[in-house]
């Protein structure tokens, strides 16, 4: 999975996210950032993150500056590991969507992620529970792609 980071004019510090689709029979709807699955052509993760983006969102690999990777992150409906890692690109990049499984890409800023944190109180397959959320614009990202976020959080400390 590709953490795609970039600066905007006026300096701050934004996140590039998918929106799955909401007519898609697994994750409809869902915020995460692009990735996917290793395939054996694969080198290593890395190269399947940037494969990944690239069929995703249509950011080529050589315009990604590797930052460096996040923890892994579990899942805990499906049990699998997210190996995350941090790329910088530029700003105002032409989207190319995988419209099969894309609905759109978001660019949120850092600081209003910090900002919609919040544990509220879900429901999920009939079941309560409280978990972190980051709200922005009527966007919420919750599950494994918050705990991504929130590692890359603390490890940035404020974006400004």
Partial sequence: MLVPLFRDAGGALHAVFTERRADLRRHAGEISFPGGGREPQDADLLATALRETHEEIGLPPERVELLGALQPTPTFVTDYAIYPFV?????????????????????????????????????RRGLPFRTDVYDVDGHRVWGATARIVADLLDRIGDPG
């Fill in 87 to 123: 790329g910088l690109i530029e700003p105002g990049f032409a989207w190319v969507l995988a419209e099969a499984e894309v609905g759109q890409v978001l660019e949120l800023p850092l600081a209003r992620l910090r900002a919609g944190h919040g544990r509220p109180r879900l429901i």
